[in-house]
């Protein structure tokens, strides 16, 4: 039988939005995201990180850092007892930066290339799974891609939610106050369990 998965953004989502993380130590936990990520390995589904890092072809960071930054955050877990089942981010960006990242790729979020990756590795049905986060363009790429969404209002979320609602071209399935709620609403109300 094929697996299920939450998928997750990560900055704004997972950990604080502050712009750009150019330092690991700038890295940390939005409350209750460790009991948040223990929820989902504590259910059936995976939990699995999809986030752009277009500060790389930018030039703000190294992907060496976006990597160092993954070893940060499963440490930042573990205290929870918490883990990420997998981790996929996108160094790209379609106009700016050298030409080995100034590419027009298939891994940028709102393009579905990160949750293909992943289903194809873990044999994942992605139309029963799940993808959170705190922007729109989260909310288009799961739906882009038949999976229900919820946004949260930690990072960006609230200035979507109160400012830019009218202007969504798809609409979450749920709203929630931070990902330790969106975890509790699919976990409750997944009709696939
Ligand atoms: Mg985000
Ligand atoms: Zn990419």
Redesign the pocket.
């Known amino acids: 039988m094929k697996k299920r998965a939450i998928f997750l953004?990560?900055?704004?989502?997972v950990t604080k939005?502050i712009g750009y993380i150019n330092h690991v130590d700038n890295l940390e936990l939005i409350p209750d995201t460790g009991r948040a990520i223990k929820l989902i390995n504590d259910s059936k589904f995976l939990a699995i990180l999809t986030t752009n890092q277009a500060g790389v072809a930018r030039g703000y960071f190294t992907e060496k850092l976006v990597i160092q930054a993954m070893k940060v955050l499963d440490h930042l877990l573990i205290r929870y007892g918490a883990k990420l089942d997998a981790k996929y981010y996108c160094p790209h960006h379609p106009e700016v930066g050298p030409p080995e990242y100034r590419v027009n790729c298939n891994c940028r979020k709102p393009k579905p290339g990160m949750i293909l990756d992943a289903a194809e590795k873990f044999d994942i049905d992605i139309s029963t799974s799940y993808m959170i986060?705190?922007?729109s363009n989260?909310i288009e790429f799961g739906h882009n891609l038949g999976m229900k969404t919820v946004l949260v209002l930690t990072?960006?979320g609230k200035g979507e939610y109160e400012y830019q609602r009218d202007s969504w071209i798809v609409k979450p399935d749920f709203i929630a106050r931070d990902l330790y709620e969106a975890i509790e609403w699919i976990l409750q109300n997944d009709k696939n369990n």
Do not use: A, P, Q
């Open positions: 953004d990560r900055d704004g989502t939005e986060g705190d922007r989260d990072g960006y």
